[in-house]
């Protein structure tokens, strides 16, 4: 069966980095296109990215451009989400999820989510 | 404020009927398809239709979706205390390539 399981997260103070991986099993990972969603606290979903099946293409949120970077090892079954100059208003559960291709929001499986608490 | 809008709340007696609306725009609903998601307090959404109206897999057919123009509904018969939950909408937007979710609502069973 699908299993996607976030790690990474944790505390960090603002204007640092982090970066967040999702280790993927029970599917063929190189076949299907990966996103990253959050979920502040109390809040609604935030979708923040997504990279294609093979990592030629990517979207990203407006609130993360330029500061996110989302990449796939298709040799490792592995998503990563590079979060750079962080800020308060990134503090959520991110979780990864997977998707029917990008440009879509068929996400049908999601891992846990891990807990990026930005804090000085 | 989020770009599909949901009713925050909905309520309904145990083994009614309830739906749950999502409005959106020509460049999202009104253009791609539509997904609703469940979701309980601490744990991980859950994906219940897809395309608008399809079952994802093992999703009991008391669960329906459908569309039509720049809105979706999502609807629940023979409503069970175990569908209380947050229920979110989401889409394609082709005008600002990004997925978009609604802001969720909450299900009370009565």
């Known amino acids: 069966q699908v299993h996607l399981v976030e790690s990474g997260g944790g505390v960090v103070q603002p204007g640092r980095s982090l970066r967040l991986s999702c280790a993927a099993s029970?599917?063929?990972?190189?076949?299907?296109?990966m996103h990253w969603v959050r979920q502040a606290p109390g809040e609604g979903l935030e979708w923040v990215a997504d990279i294609s099946f093979d990592g030629g293409n990517k979207f990203y949120a407006d609130s993360v451009k330029g500061r996110f970077t989302i990449s796939r090892d298709n040799s490792k079954n592995t998503l990563h989400l590079e979060m750079n100059s962080l800020t308060v208003e990134d503090t959520a559960i991110y979780y990864c999820?997977?998707?029917?291709?990008?440009?879509?929001?068929?996400?049908?499986?999601w891992g846990q989510g891990t807990l990026v608490t930005v804090s000085s | 404020q989020s770009v599909l809008t949901q009713p925050p709340s909905v309520s309904a007696a145990q083994r009614q009927k309830v739906t749950i609306s999502c409005s959106g725009s020509?460049?999202?609903?009104?253009?791609?398809?539509v997904s609703w998601f469940q979701q309980f307090p601490g744990t991980a959404p859950k994906l219940l239709i897809y395309d608008s109206d399809k079952r994802s897999s093992g999703i009991p057919d008391r669960f329906s979706g459908s569309k039509s123009g720049t809105s979706a509904t999502l609807g629940i018969t023979g409503l069970q205390t175990g569908d209380e939950a947050k229920y979110f909408c989401a889409a394609w937007d082709s005008s600002l390539n990004v997925v978009v979710f609604g802001g969720g609502t909450e299900l009370t069973v009565l």
């Open positions: 999820s997977k998707g029917h291709g990008v440009a879509v929001a068929h996400l049908d499986f």
């Open positions: 029970g599917f063929t990972f190189r076949n299907y296109a």
């Open positions: 020509r460049s999202n609903i009104g253009s791609n398809f």
